[in-house]
């Protein structure tokens, strides 16, 4: 509920008191947090409005809109954002509360309150889907195109990994392997002027996302353009079986560097250690895999791994491992991926459009259940794909082949065209 503040010392007329008591009824109902910035405030209401009122003239009305909302909004310096009832996404004018665009793409899929990240508004959806979209720097609505998600960041400026590529490609330090049994390495100064006596050298070896071993190794005057040959303290270890270890190498300075905060990674590489480890005897048997039907519901347990699945709809609906379920959703056929340009132009959303939502027209036709051996459950699930029209355009089959070992292995063939339709080729 937004408060009425209290009254100022001015006077005003009972009319002006009247009609301001009004217009806050319209926004009554109100659902999420308001908006606080600077001396303005807006807020939104279920079966309301979205009104903006100014804190410094003792709450008066700026404008409203009839917008209801139970998601909320979001204030940026020059537009409010506020996600109605039915999903879409308008942006206003904080001034006037004059409408600038409005982003209808997400109807009904009760989308939250948008959030503001400089110039990118993001919503999500029901099922956690985070949706972004850029443009309406000159009143244009936003689109999420394909240049939305172009780029070393995502729109919320958060790194992606071709980021860590270009400053590899781009930093000023090498790293040579010279005799990596040994813990011997070269580094080479790439820089022009900067010597890198002034940078701290560390290294750590690993293994399975542990540090086993790790230093700092001081470096002498090293000026810009030469090379020198550090040998790592490197200990001795037993190598446990079926694991790889790893030398990281990095070089990081101890106070900032212009713009540059402490302890920045200027620059790194990392090494495959030659060491020799002992292979894993595969046991002469695995051990036994039960399988019980119930109802519809198929249930393959071993020892720690245990499958469940649905036998009607032809999909594997649970997996856990020592208890601890390891999926949220069902795996489903998918042959479609997002068109590029050069797809829009020779037209492939209209001549292959038929395979975008062909796994979710699939229809179980077979259930195969085998086991071959006591360790081994074989499920095998065959589909027809249907077009539109509910005719059979394909084939298709999921496999699941259990082990008792705790292993899943999953296959699952490109569909057999009944129609020479063409499918993308990274389907």
Sequence with gaps: MIRRPPRSTQSRSSAASDVYKRQLDRVADIVSVPAIDGRQICSVAFQGRVACFDMGQG?????????SSAAGL?????YLFVTDERGAVHALDRTSGSSLWKQDKLLNRRVSGPAVQGRVVAVGDAEGVEYFAYGADYGEAPTDGNFCINGLTWPDRTAKPGLAEVKKVYQYVGFDPIDLKNGLIRIRNKYDFTNLSVFS???EVVADGHILQSGNVPLPDFKPGNALDVMLPLKKFVPEPATEYFLNVRMTR???WNLVPEGNVYACAQFSLPVE?????APSALPMLQTNTSGKNLEGAGTDLKAVFDLEKGRMISLSYKGKELIKKAPEPD?????????????MDRRLGIWKKAGERAIITKADIRQPEIGKVIVVFRYDILDPADK???GYSSAYTILGSGCLLYTSPSPRDRTRSRMPSSA
């Design 59 to 67: 709450g008066a009305l700026l404008w409203a809109r009839d917008i």
């Design 74 to 78: 979001a204030l940026s310096d020059r």
């Design 201 to 203: 050298f560390e290294w």
């Design 254 to 256: 101890n106070e900032e």
């Design 277 to 281: 480890t002992r292979k894993i005897q």
């Design 335 to 347: 042959f479609w991926r997002p068109p590029t340009d050069n797809d829009y132009g020779y037209g």
């Design 392 to 394: 059979k355009i394909a």
